[in-house]
């Protein structure tokens, strides 16, 4: 397993570490629940430094990128981020990533781990036909992330960027935090108000001691692989592989605001536009239980005997205190307030259909 300039701290502290995609990570230090409420109700820091990260830079940058995704890069300025599904030629995702625009001919896209080699292969073969020159450089980086209400005030003891004035998905680069310099965005995971850190992996182990000191009276807390999961599926935020995947596609996972189809052309828009037009056969659902049980992923959706759907995830919700899922539903039975049974271990257990995002936060506008 790879380590993150993190590792060590992370086990200092306790943390249970688990292979994710081949990195070594905490999945847990105090406790999943402990680390997911702290996170709610006043902050978490996660490392994040697995991610991958791909620059895009040359006189075709833009036109490029915004032909890779499905997004409207065009509506890009400097120091913002987008978020965007990129597509295969079926409208099947490759992954979802952020786009950070430092300016018209120089971005930064930052992709799931687990895909950053097949992003890389894919955005480099994707590129030969523009005036652009794309490299891997997730090994120049390492990141954190500060989540949670109190994000803002712990990080202000840290840094003279006037926080207040960042809006959600604006960044700032070359900023100065606990004396280090870095890429510093208002961005998240976690369905809260919230920056990740992007900094030199020689930096990482300060910068987490000095977040953690500043954060200690304010209720923070490190936290690991298992709150980042059930804080993103709280806020019904995708999950590669899951909710998104080579077989479902943006429009299906609900993503439909993120697919620009007015757009001149993009990688998989004929197929993305006829799959509107034609209609969704399926779509991804929320899914509460009504009777005791877990709803994991893989566990089928069945009703009168027939199975209509997939859980993608499931799990309690530490905040909201319910059973609740994402499910691969088709499209007959996606109206809120459906019932339908969820398969556990042989046994149908009663659900209902409602309304996503199960959590939502007022974000940093």
């Known amino acids: 397993m790879r380590k993150t300039p993190l590792y060590d701290k992370h086990v200092a502290l306790g943390g249970r570490i688990v292979d994710f995609s081949g990195w070594a990570l905490p999945v847990q230090y105090s406790g999943i629940v402990e680390e997911h409420l702290a996170t709610r109700n006043a902050a978490g820091l996660f490392d994040v430094s697995h991610m991958g990260e791909i620059t895009v830079e040359g006189k075709d940058a833009l036109k490029f990128i915004d032909y890779l995704v499905t997004n409207d890069v065009t509506k890009l300025v400097p120091q913002k981020v987008m978020y965007s599904p990129m597509c295969y030629e079926?409208?099947?995702?490759?992954?979802?990533?952020?786009?950070?625009?430092h300016d018209e001919s120089?971005?930064?896209?930052?992709?799931?781990?687990?895909?950053?080699?097949?992003?890389?292969?894919w955005i480099a073969d994707k590129s030969k036909k523009f005036d652009v020159r794309v490299e891997d450089v997730s090994d120049s980086y390492a990141q954190i992330a500060?989540?949670?209400?109190?994000?803002?005030?712990?990080l202000q003891k840290l840094?003279?960027?006037?926080l207040s004035d960042m809006k959600f998905y604006t960044f700032k680069d070359n900023a100065s935090v606990g004396g280090a310099r870095l890429l510093l965005s208002r961005t998240g995971y976690t369905g809260e108000d919230g920056f990740e850190l992007y900094l030199s992996p020689a930096d990482a182990c300060s910068i987490w001691d000095k977040l953690l000191e500043a954060g200690k009276d304010e209720g923070l807390l490190p936290a690991g692989l298992g709150a980042r999961d059930?804080?993103?599926?709280?806020a019904c935020l995708p999950l590669y592989g899951q909710e998104l995947s080579e077989e479902i596609t943006p429009l299906e996972a609900g993503l439909g605001f993120f697919v620009k189809l007015t757009k001149e052309d993009f990688i998989g828009k004929a197929k993305l536009l006829e799959q509107k037009e034609k209609g969704l056969k399926?779509?991804?659902?929320?899914?509460?239980?009504?009777e005791k049980g877990v709803p994991r992923h893989g566990y089928e959706v069945r009703l009168q005997g027939k199975r209509i759907g997939t859980i993608t995830s499931g799990s309690f919700a530490p905040y909201l205190e319910k059973y609740l899922a994402l499910a691969l539903l088709d499209m007959g039975y996606t109206e809120i307030g459906q019932e339908v049974y969820v398969d556990i271990r042989g046994k149908e257990k009663l659900a209902k259909v409602v309304e996503t995002p199960f959590y939502k936060r007022r974000y940093k506008r």
């Open 90 to 101: 079926h409208g099947g995702a490759v992954d979802d990533l952020l786009i950070y625009m």
């Open 146 to 154: 500060l989540q949670g209400p109190k994000a803002e005030a712990i």
């Open 106 to 121: 120089h971005f930064l896209l930052v992709v799931n781990a687990a895909n950053k080699d097949k992003d890389y292969q």
């Open 282 to 290: 399926r779509k991804i659902a929320g899914l509460e239980m009504v």
């Open 159 to 162: 840094t003279d960027v006037p």
């Open 230 to 234: 059930t804080l993103r599926f709280e």
